[in-house]
């Protein structure tokens, strides 16, 4: 005879947390900004996609095909929204923000997540298997795979440290306004602060 429904030893399934309506939307990133644009361009040639897998892996290597230049405009909008939600995310936890301050920059291994996500992005794996994934594919690399991602990491901090002198230079802006956020409901994980989750992966 089988253990009965309920039985010692099986805990009840936890129910998800209905999502908080006023949260603000997560940033769009380049690569589902040209993702977007390929749909839409299927669609006025008539030839709306049917089978999505094969779809997004289409449009996947015809993504790394890209030049840097082919990407700079989706990049420029992924940045736009990026400090948009910044600034929104912000607001609604109640923190200080300034929208004039310049972004800190990717490391090294931040690069190489963005460049890993691209390569999973049809694969259907979890957030938290695809951070884990990343961090022991980072810490396998070996120093010569690893030397791209630095060197841009290297050029992005130049970047910030020359946009942070003009930033002091000029006295920082305005002073930005604080706005209440609403009292958390628990201590539930928010994976929207995906820096946290993603640093814990990180390695040198």
């Known amino acids: 005879m089988g253990r009965p429904k309920g039985a010692l030893g099986r805990s009840p399934k936890k129910q998800k947390k209905a999502k908080d309506p006023n949260k603000p939307k997560r ?14 361009d299927a669609a006025a040639a008539g030839k709306a996609p ?23 405009p989706f990049e420029k909008s992924a940045a736009a929204d990026k400090a948009r939600y910044d600034e929104q995310i912000a607001a609604y936890k109640g923190k ?10 990717p ?3 931040f690069l190489f997540l963005a460049d890993f996500r691209i390569r999973m992005a049809n694969k259907g794996i979890e957030h938290k298997e695809l951070l884990r994934m990343a961090g ?23 970047k910030y440290e020359m946009k942070m002198t ?13 706005v209440a956020a609403p009292e958390p409901e628990d201590d539930e994980e928010d994976d929207d602060e995906m820096d946290d989750d993603e640093e814990d992966e990180e390695s040198d």
């Open 27 to 40: 940033a769009t990133s380049a690569y589902f900004f040209f993702l977007a644009q390929c749909r839409k």
């Open 50 to 72: 049917t089978k999505i897998a094969e779809f997004t892996k289409a449009a996947s290597e015809k993504w790394r095909a890209l030049s840097p230049t082919e990407k700079a």
């Open 96 to 105: 200080t923000v300034d929208p004039n301050k310049p972004k800190r920059p």
């Open 107 to 109: 490391t090294a291994y």
């Open 136 to 158: 022991e594919e980072w810490r396998n690399l070996d120093a010569e795979d690893k030397k791209p991602y630095e060197k841009d990491a290297l050029e992005e901090s130049k």
């Open 166 to 178: 003009e930033y002091r230079r000029t006295g920082g802006g305005a002073a930005p306004k604080k």
